[in-house]
């Protein structure tokens, strides 16, 4: 079966600090990827997807980027964190339920950038 | 781009009541619309989508309609139960991107 990793589980950063976010599938070949991004008690951001290696389309422009370096492997990184980048980051990927497509998370990062 | 509405924002109801949450939706292709429960610090779990081809789809105490002409779908609870508590959000997608309402905070009170 497919399950889908992020790491790590929660992160206290400092204002300026680099950040590096990771998220894994397994079972599964080139499936879609996602990063959102959940912010107290709101609703859920898309930042970045990716339908294959090296391809990553940005949703909203900010200090954040997205990779993906290998065919199962999402990261998303920031060389200096703000404030507002505090949140819970969730990863998702595309997978098939009952013989279609449809999308799932990861148990997600939560981040506090002081 | 794809804009979600959602309504209400919060949504409360007692035991054993029904619930109703909808969403409208701007983008004519979309042609698929799941619905996520998120329990408090947990992940959104989906729990129910429908697809342009159907307008109705049921699961047990949970059901989905769509109105492709009028552009909103929408989710029905029947007999809550506590643990039905939680946040919903529903979605629309006509590609790889899902867009997202910005929520529903059910509470289910005994």
């Known amino acids: 079966s497919q399950t889908i990793h992020q790491w790590p589980a929660t992160l206290v950063q400092p204002v300026g600090s680099p950040l590096s976010l990771e998220c894994t599938v397994e079972g599964t070949s080139n499936p879609n990827l996602y990063w959102y991004r959940q912010a107290a008690g709101r609703g859920l951001q898309l930042l970045f997807y990716s339908v294959g290696i090296g391809q990553i389309s940005s949703e909203v422009p900010q200090n954040l980027s997205a990779s993906r370096p290998q065919d199962r492997q999402f990261i998303l990184s920031s060389k200096k964190l703000l404030l507002s980048d505090s949140g819970f980051y969730l990863c998702a990927w595309t997978g098939i339920a009952g013989g279609r497509e449809t999308q799932y998370f990861g148990p997600g990062t939560r981040l506090l950038v002081l | 781009g794809e804009n979600v509405e959602q309504h209400p924002s919060t949504l409360s109801v007692q035991e054993g009541d029904s619930a109703v949450i909808k969403c409208t939706y701007s983008?004519?292709?979309?042609?698929?619309f799941p619905w996520y429960k998120q329990e408090l610090g947990k992940r959104p779990q989906l729990i129910i989508d429908?697809?342009?081809?159907?307008g109705e789809k049921k699961d047990q105490r949970i059901a989905v309609t769509l109105n492709k002409t009028a552009k909103h779908f929408s989710l029905h609870i029947t007999e809550t139960q506590p643990e039905d508590s939680a946040v919903y959000f529903c979605a629309a997608s006509s590609g790889y991107a899902l867009n997202f309402g910005k929520g529903t905070s059910l509470l289910v009170t005994p």
């Open positions: 429908i697809r342009s081809n159907v």
């Open positions: 983008d004519s292709a979309s042609n698929y």
